[in-house]
């Protein structure tokens, strides 16, 4: 990982193209319920939220491990949130 502020770039574009995954789900299926679309993009929002507290958190010792173990939730996250957009009916 290069530097902090790539970590934060990706935490933003990974969870953003999320939200916007769900948006094109909900325009392309309008006849839908999109009460569990809603709960993806709500569960995106506090992943961030979550992700930036943690980096901007400065009592981390070890600051490489800190942001590879932050790197490595927001993969995990990240494919989870997928996951649920692929499996909306």
């Known amino acids: 990982m290069a530097n902090v502020r790539d970590l ?3 935490i933003n ?3 953003g193209d999320i939200i916007e995954a769900v ?3 909900q325009y392309t299926n309008t006849d839908k319920d999109t009460k569990q679309s809603e709960a993806i993009i709500d569960e995106a929002i506090v992943t961030f939220d979550e992700l930036i507290t943690k ?5 981390a010792e070890n600051k490489k491990a800190h942001f590879k173990a932050i790197n ?5 996250k990240g494919l989870a949130l ?3 957009i692929n499996n909306l009916s």
């Open 8 to 10: 934060k770039k990706d």
């Open 13 to 15: 574009f990974v969870l």
């Open 23 to 25: 948006y094109v789900w």
């Open 55 to 59: 980096i901007n958190d400065k009592t």
């Open 72 to 76: 490595q939730e927001l993969e995990t």
């Open 82 to 84: 997928i996951d649920k």
